[in-house]
């Protein structure tokens, strides 16, 4: 398994390596165009992208609706794409998951939380939903439901 994380939170980025590595290679990159040109060069390539809400060389909405769009034209599967934010609205929650996020998590990363939430959505081959809805997995699937 090959993982993309667009992050440049180096926390996160060491905790992201630690935890993905052993499943494979784990490329890091700062640059959004820099990333995207990665994917757009194998489309199939990775497996796995993790992208911080506060990238900051481009918005996470922008980069995820653009990695959807070249799915859609060059490729039969989906990157399983995971969401880092700080922001806790049911809106912005929402829209994530509108535009093709597959799980959110939210900072500060709990390790547990983030070995739980990659080992089910590996696990289940499909990232965290419930009954087809986004479930927050730093929350209880009760709450997540309610905000909904």
Same mark, same amino acid.
């Given at each position: 398994?090959?993982?993309?994380?667009?992050?440049?939170?180096?926390?996160?980025?060491?905790?992201?390596?630690?935890?993905?590595?052993?499943?494979?290679?784990? @490329?890091? +990159?700062?640059?959004?165009?820099? $990333?995207?040109?990665? &994917?757009?060069?194998?489309?199939?390539? =990775? /497996?796995?992208?993790?992208?911080?809400?506060?990238?900051?060389?481009?918005?996470?909405?922008?980069?995820?609706?653009?990695?959807? @769009?070249? +799915?859609?034209?060059?490729?039969? $599967?989906?990157?399983? &794409?995971?969401?880092?934010?700080?922001? =806790? /609205?049911?809106?912005?929650?929402?829209?994530?998951?509108?535009?093709?996020?597959?799980?959110?998590?939210?900072?500060?990363?709990?390790?547990?939380?983030?070995?739980?939430?990659?080992?089910?959505?590996?696990?289940?081959?499909?990232?965290?939903?419930?009954?087809?809805?986004?479930?927050?997995?730093?929350?209880?699937?009760?709450?997540?439901?309610?905000?909904?």
């Amino acid at each position: 398994m090959r993982t993309l994380i667009f992050d440049e939170n180096i926390q996160n980025q060491n905790l992201f390596v630690s935890h993905l590595s052993r499943f494979g290679q784990v @490329d890091i +990159e700062k640059d959004a165009k820099q $990333g995207l040109q990665k &994917i757009r060069t194998d489309i199939n390539c =990775y /497996s796995l992208v993790i992208i911080n809400a506060n990238f900051a060389s481009m918005e996470a909405k922008e980069l995820i609706a653009m990695i959807r @769009d070249w +799915e859609h034209v060059y490729s039969s $599967g989906n990157h399983n &794409i995971i969401v880092v934010t700080d922001k =806790y /609205s049911t809106t912005e929650m929402l829209n994530f998951y509108k535009l093709g996020c597959n799980l959110l998590l939210h900072t500060p990363l709990d390790k547990s939380q983030f070995e739980s939430a990659i080992f089910n959505s590996w696990k289940n081959n499909k990232m965290a939903y419930l009954n087809q809805f986004p479930v927050d997995v730093s929350k209880g699937r009760e709450e997540s439901l309610t905000a909904l």
